[in-house]
């Protein structure tokens, strides 16, 4: 047991676990292409509704039954038979006048019914199955005279024979009904009329029934008629010409002159395998050269190969032998979805090794390699990093117009030019632009929030001035609020200088110290000036507990309202696990024990990336700077190097990947930005003071000395 629980405890290295996805993907990528779905089985990779890539003509004469287009005669032969119905039956008529006369002897009988109240022979009335009235027309029946209800009877089964007597098919029952009331007798009133056609309505079905089986036998016998269609084709008649349509009769006899091709051979599962084997040493020769971040994250890149085998199936089961289908497969937003997830540069390396494989052995595949490079090349250049919703339309209108530009390229020096194919072709490439742009803002969504990774546009919203966090942090800490939009300006303009994510920065400096506002007065930016300093009457192990616990606050409003997980990485580690160093010092001041330096240290962890210790230095800058208000450009460059060379022997930059050509840098950004804040202010004169000393010092008789000006006023 032992061993075997060492056996499963053994952990895989991450270079093991990618090289095992990219085998894997290779071996799924190389069956998309040899399948069947990949390229049918043909020496034209033609299929109906396909353009002819050239002229084919009939390599021999030929003279076969068309089965299209026999098929074709045949059905429209059977559409033109109508449908055909029964002779008239008298029986249906006797028997609807029967159940009319058994309806009408019930409501004699309600009416003589003399032991009933109204609302009996109402309600008995009103359980008729077979005709239902109106309580108007019941209460009619009631109230008639008996000699004007048996003439209402007799001109009521009088109406129903006549009407029954013509021919009424299943389709005219309704016109039937609206001619009952020219056939009642014109001696009755327009309410007795409406009463017997109520009464006669219902008895009025069809009876001329149609016929299935006779129709049947006389569509099929028009069928039969048919004789088979022959089609005859001599050497060198044109079979279908450049350009042209494939239809199904055009299929049908390249297949009978054995021009479609019936398997797979040696050679191009042989060819296929090299392409696959090529394509996939160049991604991993890619990765490795560069050794990415993403090699340490085999979540991301088991997604990466889901996707990329996604999209490459899709197109090998859509794409081949069609027209249009290629034009308007969104295939980009697999490169669009890569470089706004993860970086441009992986991004378009991907989409260039799936390009070539989605279009293998498709009739115009250069075109379709051309059209889908190009366009994913502008498409994430136009994307940039996603930062706006207008990207996301920038890159879908890119891939738009590049593709209808490399559709024309290829379409218009064609001299049998298809004008109307050429314009679907070119809306299906408008089409595509907007589905790639669109499927890409969904999938970066979705696939951003199952690998907990951070977008710009997450960022762009956390970032908004009326952020629910934001709005609370102002309302509670707004000296915080102050000090962490110094640091985001501070952190923002070095970012850029050493080519780190300044976006990310700027909103992870803007929410580091966001737990502050649950104990707003425990620190000194939000403190009144001139009130007690809460940090006076405590115990120093207690206040640095309160002062650590801001990050711990922080996490929890993070997660309270939801900030992505990259921006909680700087509430984490902007103080690393440094000393809150005036609590400490206070303690040695008043303590005459032993004192546990863990105590008063931030629980960490310590910054693990470009940003997070710029972060920490930012802040660490400007709290010292806000203190210290530095009066010239030494003291400043000083007191930058200070908070640089503290953090530095604390080994809170020691898993960053910071060098000191950026520490060079971020030095110099600091002092460049820091220069413009504490620049010395210039002294405002008191205009009116010296206005009224001025005054002053006239003598009250030389008033003819004071200006005009000043006399007037």
Same mark, same amino acid.
């Given at each position: 047991?032992?061993?075997?629980?060492?056996?499963?405890?053994?952990?895989?290295?991450?270079?093991?676990?990618?090289?095992?996805?990219?085998?894997?993907?290779?071996?799924?990528?190389?069956?998309?292409?040899?399948?069947?779905?990949?390229?049918?089985?043909?020496?034209?990779?033609?299929?109906?509704?396909? =353009?002819?890539?050239?002229?084919?003509?009939?390599?021999?004469?030929?003279?076969?039954?068309?089965?299209?287009?026999?098929?074709?005669?045949?059905?429209?032969?059977?559409?033109?038979?109508?449908?055909?119905?029964?002779?008239?039956?008298?029986?249906?008529?006797?028997?609807?006048?029967?159940?009319?006369?058994?309806?009408?002897?019930?409501?004699?009988? =309600?009416?003589?019914?003399?032991?009933?109240?109204?609302?009996?022979?109402?309600?008995?009335?009103?359980?008729?199955?077979?005709?239902?009235?109106?309580?108007?027309?019941?209460?009619?029946? $009631?109230?008639?005279?008996?000699?004007?209800?048996?003439?209402? /009877?007799?001109?009521?089964?009088?109406?129903?024979?006549?009407?029954?007597?013509?021919?009424?098919?299943?389709?005219?029952?309704?016109?039937?009904?609206?001619?009952?009331?020219?056939?009642?007798?014109?001696?009755?009133?327009?309410?007795?009329?409406?009463?017997?056609?109520?009464?006669?309505?219902?008895?009025?079905?069809?009876?001329?029934?149609?016929?299935?089986?006779?129709?049947?036998?006389?569509? /099929?016998?028009?069928?039969?008629?048919?004789?088979?269609?022959?089609?005859?084709?001599?050497?060198?008649?044109?079979?279908?010409?450049?350009?042209?349509?494939?239809?199904?009769?055009?299929?049908?006899?390249?297949?009978?002159?054995?021009?479609?091709?019936?398997?797979?051979?040696?050679?191009?599962?042989?060819?296929?395998?090299?392409?696959?084997?090529?394509?996939?040493?160049?991604?991993?020769?890619?990765?490795?050269?560069?050794?990415?971040?993403?090699?340490?994250?085999?979540?991301?890149?088991?997604?990466?190969?889901?996707?990329?085998?996604?999209?490459?199936?899709?197109?090998?089961?859509?794409?081949?032998?069609?027209?249009?289908?290629?034009?308007?497969?969104?295939?980009?937003?697999?490169? $669009?979805?890569?470089?706004?997830?993860?970086?441009?540069?992986?991004?378009?390396?991907?989409?260039?090794?799936?390009?070539?494989?989605?279009?293998?052995?498709?009739?115009?595949?250069?075109?379709?390699?051309?059209?889908?490079?190009?366009?994913?090349?502008?498409?994430?250049?136009?994307?940039?990093?996603?930062?706006?919703?207008?990207?996301?339309?920038?890159?879908?209108?890119?891939?738009?117009?590049?593709?209808?530009? =490399?559709?024309?390229?290829?379409?218009?020096?064609?001299?049998?030019?298809?004008? %109307?194919?050429?314009?679907?072709?070119?809306?299906?490439?408008?089409?595509?632009?907007?589905?790639?742009?669109?499927?890409?803002?969904?999938?970066?969504?979705?696939?951003?929030?199952?690998?907990?990774?951070?977008?710009?546009? /997450?960022?762009?919203?956390?970032?908004?001035?009326?952020?629910?966090?934001?709005?609370?942090?102002?309302?509670?800490?707004?000296?915080?609020?102050?000090?962490?939009?110094?640091?985001?300006?501070?952190?923002?303009?070095?970012?850029?200088? %050493?080519?780190?994510?300044?976006?990310?920065?700027?909103?992870?400096?803007?929410?580091?110290?966001?737990?502050?506002?649950?104990?707003?007065?425990?620190?000194?930016?939000?403190?009144?000036?001139?009130?007690?300093?809460?940090?006076?009457?405590?115990?120093?192990?207690?206040?640095?507990?309160?002062?650590?616990?801001?990050?711990?606050?922080?996490?929890? $409003?993070?997660?309270?309202?939801?900030?992505?997980?990259?921006?909680?990485?700087?509430?984490?580690?902007?103080?690393?696990?440094?000393?809150?160093?005036?609590?400490?010092?206070?303690?040695?001041?008043?303590?005459?024990?032993?004192?546990?330096?863990?105590?008063?240290?931030?629980?960490?962890?310590?910054?693990?990336?470009?940003?997070?210790?710029?972060?920490?230095?930012?802040?660490?800058?400007?709290?010292?700077?806000?203190?210290?208000?530095?009066?010239?450009?030494?003291?400043?460059?000083? $007191?930058?190097?200070?908070?640089?060379?503290?953090?530095?022997?604390?080994?809170?930059?020691?898993?960053?990947?910071?060098?000191?050509?950026?520490?060079?840098? %971020?030095?110099?950004?600091?002092?460049?930005?820091?220069?413009?804040?504490?620049?010395?202010?210039?002294?405002?004169?008191?205009?009116?003071?010296?206005?009224?000393?001025?005054?002053?010092?006239?003598?009250?008789?030389?008033?003819?000395?004071?200006?005009?000006?000043?006399?007037?006023?």
């Amino acid at each position: 047991m032992g061993k075997l629980s060492r056996l499963f405890s053994i952990k895989i290295p991450y270079a093991v676990i990618a090289l095992l996805i990219l085998v894997a993907a290779s071996g799924l990528a190389l069956l998309a292409i040899i399948l069947p779905i990949a390229i049918r089985p043909s020496s034209y990779s033609l299929s109906i509704g396909d =353009v002819a890539p050239e002229d084919i003509r009939a390599p021999r004469s030929l003279s076969y039954t068309s089965e299209v287009l026999t098929e074709r005669a045949r059905q429209e032969a059977a559409a033109a038979v109508s449908k055909i119905y029964l002779p008239t039956d008298p029986t249906i008529a006797r028997t609807q006048i029967e159940r009319l006369r058994s309806v009408l002897n019930f409501i004699a009988a =309600v009416r003589m019914d003399k032991y009933a109240t109204l609302d009996q022979k109402l309600s008995d009335l009103r359980s008729l199955s077979d005709v239902k009235l109106e309580p108007e027309k019941l209460k009619l029946i $009631l109230n008639l005279p008996e000699a004007r209800w048996d003439a209402i /009877q007799k001109e009521t089964l009088s109406v129903l024979e006549q009407a029954m007597r013509k021919t009424i098919l299943e389709d005219e029952v309704a016109e039937a009904r609206r001619n009952l009331p020219p056939l009642v007798s014109f001696s009755l009133s327009q309410e007795q009329v409406s009463l017997v056609v109520s009464l006669v309505s219902p008895f009025v079905v069809p009876n001329s029934l149609y016929s299935e089986e006779l129709t049947e036998q006389a569509r /099929q016998a028009a069928r039969d008629s048919i004789l088979p269609v022959q089609k005859i084709y001599i050497t060198g008649e044109m079979i279908v010409s450049r350009g042209q349509i494939i239809k199904p009769e055009d299929w049908e006899a390249l297949q009978q002159f054995g021009l479609i091709r019936s398997g797979q051979n040696i050679k191009n599962t042989f060819s296929t395998t090299l392409l696959i084997i090529t394509l996939s040493f160049l991604v991993g020769f890619y990765f490795r050269q560069r050794n990415l971040p993403l090699l340490q994250n085999p979540r991301a890149l088991l997604i990466i190969a889901i996707m990329f085998l996604v999209f490459l199936y899709g197109a090998r089961v859509l794409t081949p032998n069609r027209a249009i289908v290629p034009y308007f497969y969104p295939l980009a937003t697999f490169g $669009l979805t890569i470089s706004c997830l993860f970086s441009t540069e992986v991004g378009l390396i991907l989409a260039f090794v799936l390009i070539p494989l989605a279009a293998y052995g498709l009739t115009n595949e250069l075109e379709l390699i051309l059209f889908y490079q190009l366009s994913v090349l502008l498409g994430v250049l136009a994307l940039n990093k996603g930062r706006r919703f207008a990207n996301f339309i920038w890159a879908g209108l890119a891939i738009s117009i590049t593709g209808s530009v =490399v559709i024309l390229v290829y379409r218009l020096p064609n001299p049998y030019t298809d004008w %109307i194919g050429v314009a679907t072709l070119v809306v299906a490439a408008f089409l595509n632009g907007l589905a790639s742009a669109s499927l890409t803002l969904l999938l970066q969504y979705l696939i951003s929030q199952f690998l907990g990774l951070t977008t710009a546009l /997450q960022l762009l919203e956390t970032l908004r001035p009326d952020h629910p966090l934001l709005k609370f942090m102002l309302q509670n800490a707004p000296g915080s609020y102050q000090h962490s939009l110094q640091v985001a300006n501070l952190a923002e303009q070095a970012a850029e200088t %050493i080519g780190a994510d300044s976006l990310l920065v700027r909103a992870g400096a803007i929410y580091h110290d966001v737990g502050k506002a649950a104990n707003p007065l425990f620190f000194i930016e939000n403190q009144i000036p001139g009130n007690i300093n809460p940090h006076d009457d405590l115990d120093p192990v207690i206040s640095a507990e309160t002062i650590i616990r801001h990050v711990s606050d922080g996490v929890q $409003l993070a997660r309270k309202f939801r900030l992505p997980p990259r921006v909680v990485d700087f509430i984490t580690e902007h103080h690393g696990t440094l000393l809150t160093r005036y609590q400490y010092a206070r303690a040695i001041q008043i303590m005459d024990y032993d004192i546990d330096e863990n105590k008063f240290r931030y629980p960490g962890p310590i910054p693990r990336s470009k940003e997070t210790a710029l972060l920490m230095l930012a802040d660490g800058c400007e709290a010292r700077a806000r203190a210290e208000l530095p009066k010239n450009e030494d003291e400043l460059r000083l $007191l930058i190097d200070k908070v640089f060379e503290y953090c530095i022997q604390e080994g809170q930059l020691d898993q960053t990947p910071l060098t000191l050509l950026d520490l060079s840098k %971020i030095k110099y950004s600091f002092l460049s930005t820091m220069r413009n804040v504490y620049h010395p202010r210039i002294q405002y004169p008191d205009i009116k003071k010296q206005r009224n000393n001025y005054l002053s010092a006239i003598p009250n008789n030389s008033e003819a000395t004071i200006p005009s000006s000043q006399s007037r006023k």
